[in-house]
């Protein structure tokens, strides 16, 4: 299935909240139909979550 090829890659971006309009309601749509592309946004989101805490932000050096 194209679209769902051409989805996965924009995945990731949609994990990372960097998606907006058309591209993001596609991905919407397809995720909610598809259980892959929602197991792999799961999985991705459990990385992005981690690399969020691991990540020195601006917030955490202002506290140390
Ligand atoms: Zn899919």
Request: proline fraction near 2%.
């Amino acid at each position: 299935m194209r679209a769902h090829r051409r989805l996965r890659e924009s995945l990731g971006v949609y994990v990372l909240g960097r998606l907006d309009g058309d591209e993001l309601l596609t991905v919407q749509a397809h995720v909610a139909r598809c259980r892959r592309c929602r197991e792999e946004v799961a999985e991705l989101a459990v990385v992005v979550e981690l690399l969020e805490r691991t990540r020195p932000t601006a917030r955490m050096a202002r506290r140390s």
